[in-house]
């Protein structure tokens, strides 16, 4: 995203990395040193967020694995959108059922997105659970889904975007923004 003149920040990199702590204590707490756990990161944002709690789960003494879900395909608005997403590849445990997944966004708003990575992963097997973490909750759900783990409660009204902006898929800039 660029930033442009009706961009408003929201929470700045600081914010954002104590957000991601939080994330990683709350996580590591529920846990209880259940493990190991998977993070499935939802493309983009999501995946490396997922390896930004990895290495803060890990120091916390979780053990952990990460990769990807990709959703394109278990959208719901497949034909209401112009085109389809690029497929971005899912890349999960073989053994999914013997797993705690953890799926991993960057911004929860109606619930479809979750919905979409929870019919992906459950696509690849039975999990033993699964949970969903997200640095943003910006409120506005149209469907029954409540994240597990939240870093910010950040409630944007109706026909705003919040945006999350990260050092590695933003050529280095980091914040949340609305717009």
Do not use: K
Not at 99 to 107: A, F, K, M, P, R
Not at 156 to 174: M, N
Request: with cysteine; net charge neutral.
């Amino acid at each position: 995203m660029s930033r442009t003149g009706t961009d408003r920040e929201l929470a700045d990199r600081v914010a954002l990395e104590a957000a991601i702590g939080r994330l990683a204590d709350e996580i590591a707490a529920a846990l209880g040193g259940a493990g190991p756990v998977f993070l499935a990161g939802i493309p983009t944002r999501g995946v490396s967020l997922a390896a930004r709690l990895a290495t803060r789960l890990e120091r916390r003494g979780v053990a952990c694995r990460r990769g990807a879900v990709d959703i394109s395909m278990y959208r719901d608005d497949l034909g209401l959108r112009e085109g389809v997403s690029a497929l971005q590849g899912t890349d999960l445990p073989m053994d999914i059922d013997h797993w705690d997944v953890i799926l991993v966004d960057d911004v929860q708003h109606t619930g479809r997105t979750a919905r979409a990575a929870i019919e992906a992963v459950l696509a690849f097997g039975r999990p033993r659970r699964i949970l969903y973490a997200v640095l943003v909750d910006r409120g506005g759900r149209e469907l029954p889904v409540r994240p597990d783990f939240i870093g910010i409660n950040l409630p944007v009204g109706p026909g705003r975007r919040v945006r999350v902006r990260l050092a590695e898929t933003d050529d280095g800039a980091e914040g949340v923004y609305e717009s």
